[in-house]
């Protein structure tokens, strides 16, 4: 699968590229500035040995070629990224790592007006790209290293069981569990967990807390 991450250069986009990249998968870092880009993927590659593909790109060029494009952005940035990557985007899944959240309280949850980041980008872009949540609670320090095992769980929100299966392999590819969380109704949930997860890691002096859901089986 060719996967870009927008906002590959920051730490929750680079670890998921580094993650996919290690289980085979070939991945553009997408940037608003390519030589940035390029010249993270070029680190990532050297810190796997060189056995793996990631290559750099402006934002536009790295959507045009993937097959499944990952926003992995501040929430602030959101809506000029999918703008200027909207006409890239048509046909294609969107998997939506953004979160809303509004300093500087940022470990107070908060909606937008559409009632999440999620909600607002499918607003935006329209039917023809249909937007996926996933990867939002997952420790950046966590993902960073593929050496170490994931404990939390991927909540993945969607309308459609076939958009969230393609989140579901992406979770499995980076050692992460994948929980089917419901339509993409329920994101405003999952991108409010990260405010109270910030909060926790404040309060208990942690830098890596996490959800997992019991009660299921694998």
């Not at 993650?19 to 998968?25: L, N, S």
């Not at 107070?108 to 023809?128: I, K, V």
């Not at 790209?129 to 939390?152: G, K, L, M, R, T």
Request: aromatic share 2%; charged share 15%.
């Amino acid at each position: 699968m060719i996967i870009a991450v927008l906002g590959g250069t920051g730490e929750q986009g680079s670890g998921l590229a580094l993650r996919w990249a290690r289980a085979g998968h070939q991945v553009i870092l997408g940037s608003r500035m390519a030589e940035k880009a390029e010249r993270v993927a070029q680190e990532l590659c050297e810190r796997l040995g060189g056995q793996v593909h990631v290559t750099g790109a402006d934002n536009p060029s790295a959507a045009a070629v993937a097959d499944v494009v990952v926003l992995s952005v501040p929430y602030s940035s959101q809506l000029s990224i999918l703008n200027s990557v909207r006409d890239q985007l048509v046909g294609k899944l969107l998997i939506s790592v953004v979160v809303p959240l509004r300093p500087p309280k940022v470990s107070h949850a908060w909606r937008p007006e559409a009632g999440s980041a999620a909600m607002e980008a499918q607003s935006f872009l329209g039917a023809d790209i249909p937007v996926v949540v996933a990867f939002q609670n997952i420790s950046s320090a966590h993902v960073a290293d593929p050496a170490h095992e994931v404990e939390s769980d991927v909540l993945i929100c969607g309308d459609k069981s076939e958009h969230k299966a393609v989140a579901g392999r992406l979770a499995a590819d980076a050692g992460m569990r994948a929980v089917d969380a419901g339509p993409l109704a329920n994101a405003s949930v999952v991108e409010g967990l990260t405010a109270v997860l910030i909060g926790i890691n404040i309060r208990h002096r942690v830098a890596g807390a996490g959800i997992r859901i019991t009660g299921l089986s694998g």
